[in-house]
């Protein structure tokens, strides 16, 4: 079992299983009447300030910092400027940590602390926590506190009003990894009667467990297969294709374990997709991760979609509906800034930016010109085997994050993938401008 401790021995993922048994007690306290609405709120924050203090040490300065500008900024102005100057203050300082990123690791060519790098890692979620909450405020979602804070208001009644804000922002479930969760469903999670039925949450929570530990001996089967072969700098010709489809296979595999892990600690504190839940409800609870459906679709812009969920539904609301042009371009060229613009990020995401245009344009001529079932499903297995191989590029690029994994990647026969789309997105795009 040497390989599940390598999993849980992962800085977030041992962290993130320290916590559940402060989860499952948090749950548990939601029952006792003494255990007010004011007191769940400062367990909550506690928690997550101990956990960051853990998990980030010193660095953890990294995450209190922004989370208590944002908290001042949401309860000193009004809905129509919050929103503008909360993303511009978060991004700013998360663009200064992953500028000082970028110093350590190319400029002193040394490994950044592992706290430095959970820090981060923190930062990039409570970055959608502020800008969905701001964003929540503008569209009159939540009430602002500025209205409720008149210049008479005491230092105690101002920390009352603003201790759900804070609360939200670093509560110790979603501090670390987890889906987004918008604030008016994190209030009424918070000040629900009751907790979840313990047996539905017992067989859950023992659900992901044996999901987690089927992916990591998927993983520890793949990784063994993967070292025994070349590597990407020794491979040759049509075995990079291989060697890039099975080296983005752990990649996957360690992504659906975490996110796995941290829907369940989620689920364990009461945040999960069956509480908290109000009918007609746009922004209810969805896992990060459909594995069936990332793993079978044979559509990249399904993919983008389904890849990482609440994260590209963030996205959509705070890019793509904002964008009068280019809205494809513009959310994946935002999604490289906020994870930090190393080269192989950049050129990964405008990459996928261009794969799913072109995804679009092949699909719909081909829905008009192929009639047959049977070249319908010889279409639906190529580009099923076209959209994983291209996906496994994207990974790799953005992964590899520096120039050097970069320059080889685009240099090996894994290229011909996305060039094959790039060229159908060409003739396609020329052909409706001639019938236009």
């Known amino acids: 079992m040497d390989w599940l401790w390598i999993f849980f021995l992962h800085p977030v993922s041992f962290y993130q299983g320290a916590a559940f048994p402060f989860a499952l007690l948090f749950n548990h306290l939601c029952t006792v009447d003494s255990f007010s609405t004011r007191a769940r709120y400062l367990f909550l924050l506690a928690g997550g300030g101990v956990l960051a203090l853990a998990a980030m040490g010193p660095y953890a300065l990294l995450i209190f910092i922004p989370a208590l500008c944002a908290v001042a900024l949401v309860c000193s ?104 969760c918008s604030f008016q469903r994190f209030q009424a999670c918070v000040e629900r009667s009751s907790p979840l039925q313990p047996g539905l949450s017992l067989w859950a929570l023992t659900w992901r467990g044996l999901q987690i530990l089927g992916l990591q001996w998927l993983k520890v089967a793949l990784r063994r297969v993967v070292s025994a072969g070349a590597g990407l700098d020794d491979c040759q010709q049509l075995e990079c294709i291989y060697v890039m489809w099975s080296t983005a296979g752990l990649f996957k595999l360690t992504y659906y374990s975490h996110w796995i892990l941290d829907d369940s600690l989620l689920h364990a504190a009461g945040f999960g997709s069956e509480a908290g839940q109000r009918s007609g409800e746009e922004e209810g609870y969805i896992p990060d991760g459909d594995i069936w459906t990332l793993e079978t679709t044979h559509r990249i812009s399904l993919f ?15 890019i793509f509906q904002n964008s009068q042009r280019w809205p494809v371009l513009q959310t994946f060229a935002f999604s490289a800034w906020w994870h930090g613009l190393h080269p192989g ?22 829905s008009v010109w192929i009639s047959s079932w049977s070249l319908r499903l010889l279409y639906r297995a190529l580009t099923w085997v076209h959209t994983q191989l291209i996906i496994a590029y994207i990974m790799l690029a953005v992964e590899g994050r520096s120039f050097a994994s970069l320059s080889r990647l685009c240099c090996s026969y894994n290229s011909i993938f996305p060039g094959v789309y790039c060229v159908l997105l060409l003739l396609l795009v020329k052909r409706k401008q001639k019938r236009n």
């Open 304 to 318: 983008a979609r389904q890849w990482n969920r609440s994260t590209a539904r963030w996205l959509r609301r705070l």
């Open 345 to 366: 990020q950049v050129f990964g995401f405008l990459c996928w930016s261009v794969m799913v245009e072109a995804d679009y344009l092949i699909h719909t001529f081909a």
């Open 77 to 180: 102005l009004g809905p129509r400027e919050v929103h503008r100057l909360t993303f511009g203050s978060q991004m700013g300082w998360q663009t200064l940590c992953h500028l000082g990123l970028h110093y350590t690791e190319y400029y002193l060519q040394e490994p950044p602390p592992v706290g430095f790098y959970v820090a981060l890692s923190s930062l990039m979620l409570l970055t959608q926590r502020v800008t969905s909450l701001s964003l929540d405020v503008r569209e009159g979602k939540v009430e602002a506190a500025s209205g409720g804070m008149g210049n008479r208001s005491s230092l105690s009644e101002c920390l009352s009003k603003a201790l759900p804000y804070f609360s939200y922002l670093l509560f110790f479930p979603a501090l670390l990894g987890g889906p987004l």
